[in-house]
C-alpha cells in the first residue's frame, strides 16, 4: 500500500499520514486558482479602460473604474431586493479595498515581483491535471471494500495501528454529591447482568447530571479523565490496576466503570480503526489508478514520439 497506508492510527481525531493526500491535494490547488480567479474578476472593470460611459460606474479608485454591469453579474440573480442592496454595498467596499492595496503593492513592487504569469500557469496546470486525475479515479474506482479487505488489512499490518493514547470502554456517570447511592451504582455499573444495567439506566434518568455508556465502542480516555476532578499521573498504570473510579468534589459525585482498555503503545482495537482503513484502502486505489494514468499516458507520448529529451 506504500506510504499512504503506513502511518499511525491513533485516534478519530487524529491524520492517518497521506490518508487523504489526493483529495486535500485538489482541495488546495483549487482554492488558490479559485482565489486568484477571484481577484481576477473582481479587478475585471478596472482593467478595461476602453469600456464606454463611465456614467455606468459605481466606484472609482484612481484612475480605475467599478462598471454596474461587472457589479450586476457579480451578485445572485435569486435575491430580494434588501439582500442585492447589502451584497452590492459589501462587494463595492471588497473591491475598493482590494484595489487600495493592489495600487499599493503596484507602486511598491519591482516588475519582477509584479509578473505573476508564471505562478498562475503554475496554478492551472495543477487544477486541470487534479481534475482530471479525479475524474479518471471516478469512472475506474471500485468502492467496494468489503470487511475481509479491512480485516486482512489490519490483520497484515499491525505496527501500522499503534495508539498514541490509551482508550477505555465503559461506563460514566455524574450525579449530585447528596445522591448517596454509591453501593448501589457500583454494582449496577460494574454489573453485565441486563437487570442491574437496566437499573441503572432507570436511575441515571431520575438522577444523573450527566451519563454515558460506551461499553460496546471505544473513548479516549483523555475525555473522561478531563471530567473527573482529579489528576492520575500515571495512566497506564492505572487502568491496569483499577476498573471503577469513584470521586468527588464539593458539588458531584463521579463514577466510572472500567469494562475493557488499550494502553499507548498497544495496537488499536479493530472497531477503533475500522473507518480509517477503509479510507486508507480507498486512497492507496486512488492512488494505483493515478499512477496506471500516469504510466499510460507516458507511454503512449513515447510511442506517438509526443516528448524528446534534449541531450
Known amino acids: 500500500m506504500g506510504k499512504t497506508a503506513a502511518a499511525e492510527i491513533s485516534g478519530e481525531s487524529e491524520t492517518a499520514g497521506d490518508e487523504q493526500n489526493f483529495e486535500a491535494h485538489g482541495r488546495k490547488m483549487r482554492n488558490i486558482f479559485l482565489a486568484l480567479a477571484g481577484i481576477v474578476i473582481l479587478f475585471t472593470a ?75 500557469q503554475e496554478y492551472r496546470a495543477s487544477l486541470l491535471i487534479h481534475k482530471y486525475q479525479e475524474e479518471w479515479v471516478r469512472q475506474r474506482l471500485d468502492t467496494v471494500v468489503t470487511e475481509k479487505d479491512i480485516r486482512d488489512f489490519y490483520d497484515h499490518n499491525p505496527e501500522k495501528f499503534n ?37 441503572l439506566e432507570v436511575f441515571s434518568f431520575q438522577y444523573a447530571t450527566k451519563y454515558d455508556n460506551f461499553s460496546d465502542k471505544w473513548m479516549e480516555f483523555s475525555r473522561i479523565e478531563s471530567r473527573l476532578p482529579m489528576e492520575i499521573i500515571n495512566t497506564d498504570r492505572f487502568l491496569r490496576r483499577n476498573n471503577f473510579i469513584e470521586t468527588t468534589d464539593s458539588v458531584s459525585a463521579y463514577y466510572v ?53 534534449m541531450k
Open 163 to 199: 495508539l498514541n493514547q490509551d482508550l477505555i470502554q465503559g461506563i460514566y456517570m455524574e450525579v449530585p454529591k447528596e445522591v448517596d447511592h454509591s453501593r448501589e451504582i457500583k454494582k449496577w455499573m460494574l454489573s453485565n447482568k441486563s437487570e442491574d444495567i437496566s437499573a
Open 257 to 309: 466503570a472500567i469494562k475493557d482498555f488499550r494502553v499507548k503503545g498497544e495496537k488499536a482495537p479493530f472497531n477503533f480503526v475500522k473507518d480509517r482503513i477503509e479510507n486508507l484502502i480507498l486512497n492507496s486505489r486512488k492512488m494505483e489508478l493515478i499512477k496506471e494514468l500516469e504510466k499510460k499516458i507516458y507511454e503512449k507520448g513515447e510511442e506517438d514520439n509526443l516528448f524528446t529529451i
Open 46 to 120: 478596472c482593467q478595461k479602460e476602453n469600456k464606454g460611459n463611465r456614467k455606468n460606474a459605481v466606484a472609482k479608485v484612481g484612475d480605475k473604474y467599478l462598471y454596474r454591469e461587472d457589479l450586476a453579474s457579480a451578485l445572485p440573480n435569486d435575491i430580494n431586493s434588501t439582500d442585492s442592496t447589502r451584497l452590492a454595498t459589501d462587494y463595492i467596499q471588497r473591491w475598493i479595498h482590494q484595489e487600495l492595496i493592489l495600487q499599493k503593492a503596484e507602486e511598491n513592487l519591482t516588475p519582477e515581483q509584479k509578473n505573476v504569469e508564471h505562478e498562475l
